[in-house]
């Protein structure tokens, strides 16, 4: 079966750091490219950041970018979310997805998601 | 940078009854890489249609995606009590940049 597992959610301090993990499972992990997808309390999706299937390029929604860093280990079938300098408007459910390039780079598989709440 | 606005916000039918859903670019976009989700309380995002008019595996033939350019719509012909949820557009942009929706509220009416 296809999963994807996060884990790491947690209340941290403004100014503070997360690092978020997504275990995956069922599938070739290191052919598809990876995303991590936000979804703050009562509000839609946002896309946060995404990283190729080598780990070769990554590439962040401009909000995040130079705060929170994507990264992968194939070995280990994981993707990373390293969040720094946290904001309250961070505070979101974080979502791993896997993208399926063939079918127009949309995301099939979602995990469940863990939360992140920033707030003193 | 692309935006998505779909309309109507909230949309309130009974069981039985066609929802269409839409979704309007900003400017034209390739069919090839604009997707539904369906949400449902508490639960992850479903992957429904991809490529504007194709099915996701297991997805019902009630589920239909058309359109082109700036406007696409997602059809569902006979809804059904487990269809009541939120559904988001999505684009991919070239960078890579991925855009959602506002997201359209589907309640019973």
């Known amino acids: 079966e296809v999963q994807l597992e996060e884990s790491g959610g947690a209340l941290v301090q403004p100014g503070g750091s997360l690092r978020l993990s997504c275990a995956a499972s069922g599938f070739t992990f290191n052919t598809f490219w990876m995303s991590w997808v936000r979804q703050a309390p009562g509000k839609g999706l946002e896309w946060v950041a995404t990283i190729k299937e080598d780990g070769s390029g990554a590439y962040y929604v401009d909000s995040v970018r130079g705060r929170f860093t994507i990264s992968r280990d194939n070995p280990k079938n994981s993707l990373y979310l390293q969040m720094n300098s946290l904001r309250a408007e961070d505070t979101a459910v974080y979502y791993c997805a896997k993208i399926w390039g063939w079918a127009g780079y949309a995301f099939d598989i979602w995990g469940q998601g863990t939360m992140v709440t920033v707030s003193s | 940078e692309i935006v998505l606005t779909q309309s109507p916000g909230t949309l309130s039918l009974s069981p039985g009854e066609r929802a269409t859903l839409s979704c309007r670019a900003s400017q034209s976009v390739s069919s090839s890489y604009l997707a539904w989700y369906q949400q449902k309380p508490g639960q992850a995002p479903r992957l429904l249609i991809y490529?504007?008019?194709s099915r996701a595996t297991g997805i019902p033939d009630r589920f239909s995606g058309s359109g082109s350019g700036t406007d696409f719509t997602l059809t569902i012909s006979r809804l059904e009590p487990e269809d009541f949820a939120v559904y988001y557009c999505?684009?991919?942009?070239?960078?890579?940049?991925?855009?959602f929706g506002q997201g359209t509220k589907l309640e019973i009416k």
């Open positions: 490529g504007a008019s």
């Open positions: 999505q684009h991919y942009g070239g960078s890579p940049q991925f855009t």
